[in-house]
């Protein structure tokens, strides 16, 4: 999978799922700080990776992403 298609995906569920606003979705946005990404968002966004993307979201494995580029990152990582 090509990264522009991950980063399309990616921002298409910030958007829909989580409604976060398109302005704030950046390569160096911190999910917590800069997009509001709590706990129970990240529930949800492991339920989305596993039907987008096809494979489930390991907790320990996401301890050092950060930003949306890092998560990016990380999914491209599990599907290449």
Do not use: H, W
């Not at 302005?23 to 989305?48: C, H, Q, T, W, Y």
């Not at 489930?56 to 890092?70: G, N, P, R």
């Amino acid at each position: 999978m090509e990264r522009s298609e991950i980063e399309e995906k990616v921002r298409e569920f910030l958007i829909e799922d989580l409604e976060i606003e398109e302005e704030n979705i950046k390569p160096e946005a911190l999910l917590k700080d800069d997009l509001g990404i709590d706990s129970l968002d990240f529930v949800d966004i492991v339920v989305i990776v596993e039907r987008k993307f096809g494979f489930k979201i390991k907790t320990e494995e996401m301890a050092s992403v950060k930003t949306l580029a890092d998560f990016c990152d990380y999914i491209q990582s599990k599907v290449a």
